[in-house]
Each structure stands twice: as C-alpha cells, then as structure tokens.
C-alpha cells in the first residue's frame, strides 16, 4: 500500500455528496472517497474498512497501440486514480505509440485523463527509437524510460501493489 | 527473497512477447529475483528443442534463462494438442499440468502475463 494519508468521515444523508455516493442511510463511512459502509460498525470494523481503503499503486504495462485496449487500460488508470488511487502506465513494445502527442480518439482522451489526474506515464526509450521516435514526440508529462526493463522490474517487484499487462 | 512469475502464451516469430517476457526474466533474475516461466496455450513452442537459431530468437534467450536460473514449466496439454513432446521441449523442462501455473501465482510476489 502506498504511504499516503488517508481521509476518513462519517457522511449525513442529507448532502449532495451522499447523494452523488447514493447513500442511503447515516451514518456513511466514506474512506478517500470511497463510499465503504453504512450504519453503527464496530471499532474494528472501521479499522477493517479503512485498511481496505488506503490507496493502491496500480502498474499498467501497456504493449498495445492507440485503439480498444490501450484505452481500456488508460480508462482503468484514470478509474483508479478518480477514486484515489495511484497509477503508473508503463508502455512498451507498441504501447509507446499510446503515449504520443496529436492523437485523437478516446485513447488521446483517457491519456489526458490520467496525466491530469497525476498518473504517471513512463515510455521505453529503445521502443520508441525502434519505431523512429524521438522523446520529443511524447504527450507533455509522459517520461521515456532509458533502462527500461531495469526500471520496470524495480516497479513490478518494489513499489506497485498490483499489476496489468494489456 | 522475492519471486516473480511469467506467463507466457504466445509463441516465438509471431510477436514481441515471447522476447519480451524472457527479457524481463532475465532482468529480474539479474536483480537477484526468483523467477518462473510458465509456457501456456503457444508459449510451448518457445522451449522447443530447435528453437535456436543464428539470429536473435526466444529459444537462445530461454536458454540463457534457464542458466541463469530461472525455472521453466510447459502446460503438458498445450503442448500435447500441438504434438510438442518431452522430447521435443529442452532438457529441464517438465511438461506439467495447469496446478503447477496455480501454485506458482499462488506463492509468487508478482505475476506478469504476456498473452497477447
């Protein structure tokens, strides 16, 4: 889990975000925005909800280009980080073209998403040389990696919680 | 220490994948990792016994795996309905049922699943 604070109230009924959470008896235990139960808990039970709610670290390898799949896999990113969680797209192979500047479609739309949302994009470097790019093509905000396997490994055993290859 | 698991599904010459899941492999096995391969449905055909070449190729990469340490499996099914025998797949490699995959993502610290 990642070492961020963690926001924790009780919601009355009658607030616009209940209503926006579909809460529909007091007391609501929301936990970073996470709607998690309703009604009397035991102490416990609170502690319980509230570990189950602290913010993942989600990696996303992403070898697919613009198109269905590399959209689901932003759209799950930008998910993620709507509900408080962080996310990391990691794109190789042909994911690199996912993460490029002047697209248009839904896969263009998700990417902004995640990136204003503070997910983090990283790119192969030797992926996007293999293809004829340069970094310099790169949305704003998305990093190309150098050592990019070295940097993904580290990731996938030292710091995401869990992991998606699309 | 921690152990990686790969899954493989997709054969050598048809895609990336077969490359890049050795790679990553390797590199985790270079940072002092344990790490398993699973070859599943097309991934059997990655160990096959003339799956060297003399150009880059996954069979020269398994290989390497291999003697780097890292343990290698192949679904007996898959590689049954393909006519891939024992002794079409390298010496090492034990042809195993999909428990084996099971027990591997069940006591492993990462799963990464190159499919496709």
Same mark, same amino acid.
């Given at each position: 889990?990642?070492?961020?604070?963690?926001?924790?109230?009780?919601?009355?009924?009658?607030?616009?975000?209940?209503?926006?959470?579909?809460?529909?008896?007091?007391?609501?235990?929301?936990?970073?925005?996470?709607?998690?139960?309703?009604?009397?808990?035991?102490?416990?039970?609170?502690?319980?909800?509230?570990?189950?709610?602290?913010?993942?670290?989600?990696?996303?390898?992403?070898?697919?280009?613009?198109?269905?799949?590399?959209?689901? &896999?932003? !759209?799950?990113?930008? #998910?993620? +980080?709507?509900? $408080?969680?962080? %996310?990391?797209?990691?794109? @190789?192979?042909?994911? *690199?073209?996912?993460?490029?500047?002047?697209?248009?479609?839904?896969?263009?739309?998700?990417?902004?998403?995640?990136?204003?949302?503070?997910?983090?994009?990283?790119?192969?470097?030797?992926?996007?040389? &293999?293809? !004829?790019?340069?970094? #310099?093509? +790169?949305?704003? $905000?998305?990093? %190309?990696?150098?050592?990019? @396997?070295?940097?993904? *490994?580290?990731?996938?055993?030292?710091?995401?919680?869990?992991?998606?290859?699309? | 220490?921690?152990?990686?698991?790969?899954?493989?599904?997709?054969?050598?010459?048809?895609?990336?994948?077969?490359?890049?899941?050795?790679?990553?492999?390797?590199?985790?096995?270079?940072?002092?990792?344990?790490?398993?391969?699973?070859?599943?449905?097309?991934?059997?055909?990655?160990?096959?016994?003339?799956?060297?070449?003399?150009?880059?190729?996954?069979?020269?990469?398994?290989?390497?795996?291999?003697?780097?340490?890292?343990?290698?499996?192949?679904?007996?099914?898959?590689?049954?309905?393909?006519?891939?025998?024992?002794?079409?797949?390298?010496?090492?490699?034990?042809?195993?049922?999909?428990?084996?995959?099971?027990?591997?993502?069940?006591?492993?610290?990462?799963?990464?699943?190159?499919?496709?």
């Amino acid at each position: 889990m990642a070492d961020e604070q963690v926001e924790v109230r009780f919601l009355p009924v009658a607030s616009p975000e209940a209503a926006s959470l579909g809460v529909r008896s007091a007391p609501a235990l929301v936990v970073n925005r996470k709607l998690s139960a309703y009604g009397q808990l035991e102490r416990e039970e609170i502690l319980e909800l509230i570990n189950q709610a602290k913010p993942s670290r989600l990696g996303i390898i992403l070898t697919k280009p613009p198109g269905g799949e590399a959209a689901s &896999a932003l !759209g799950t990113a930008a #998910e993620a +980080l709507a509900w $408080g969680d962080q %996310a990391c797209i990691f794109c @190789l192979s042909d994911g *690199v073209l996912a993460a490029c500047r002047n697209q248009h479609g839904p896969t263009a739309e998700q990417l902004e998403t995640v990136l204003r949302r503070g997910g983090e994009v990283l790119v192969s470097a030797p992926h996007l040389r &293999a293809g !004829g790019l340069s970094p #310099e093509r +790169l949305v704003p $905000g998305a990093v %190309a990696v150098e050592e990019a @396997l070295d940097v993904l *490994v580290d990731r996938v055993m030292e710091e995401w919680d869990k992991v998606m290859v699309l | 220490m921690k152990t990686l698991t790969v899954l493989l599904n997709r054969g050598p010459f048809v895609s990336e994948y077969a490359d890049l899941a050795l790679k990553v492999a390797l590199k985790a096995r270079e940072k002092g990792y344990a790490v398993n391969l699973y070859c599943y449905i097309d991934g059997v055909w990655a160990p096959h016994v003339k799956a060297d070449k003399p150009y880059e190729n996954a069979g020269r990469l398994l290989r390497e795996a291999m003697a780097r340490g890292v343990e290698v499996k192949v679904c007996a099914r898959c590689a049954e309905s393909r006519d891939v025998t024992p002794e079409d797949t390298l010496p090492g490699i034990p042809q195993v049922g999909l428990f084996d995959f099971i027990n591997w993502l069940k006591s492993s610290d990462q799963v990464l699943t190159f499919t496709g």
